[in-house]
Nanobody, 113 residues
Framework: QVQLVESGGGLVQAGGSLRLSCTASGFIFSMNTMAWYRQAPGKQRELVAV???????VYADSAKGRFTISRDNAKNMVNLQINSLKPEDTAVYYC???????WGQGTQVTVSS
């Protein structure tokens, strides 16, 4: 069965960086588009970034410039590097097998001012 397990979240001061990782199993990872979403308290879940099977990346406007999505097909991992963190980046970050209902459990990112 499909499994997505996120890691790398935590508490960080504004201006810091985090690298989130999602380890996938149960499907042919290299052939699938993967995505990162986030959900802030009291808000709807929103798309952050997408990476296609061919490595093309797409970012939400709010993520351009500070977020970098990447994939490692040898390790079945998709990563999200977040730099210059802001308090408004505080959210639970989720990995998703794009186009499916398969989500990870989420990893909490909290940015203190």
């Amino acid at each position: 069965q499909v499994q997505l397990v996120e890691s790398g979240g935590g508490l960080v001061q504004a201006g810091g960086s985090l690298r989130l990782s999602c380890t996938a199993s149960g499907f042919i990872f290299s052939m699938n588009t993967m995505a990162w979403y986030r959900q802030a308290p009291g808000k709807q879940r929103e798309l952050v970034a997408v990476v296609t099977s061919g490595g093309r990346t797409v970012y939400a406007d709010s993520a351009k410039g500070r977020f970098t999505i990447s994939r490692d097909n040898a390790k079945n991992m998709v990563n999200l590097q977040i730099n210059s963190l802001k308090p408004e980046d505080t959210a639970v970050y989720y990995c998703r097998l794009s186009g499916s209902q398969h989500w990870g459990q989420g990893t909490q990112v909290t940015v203190s001012s």
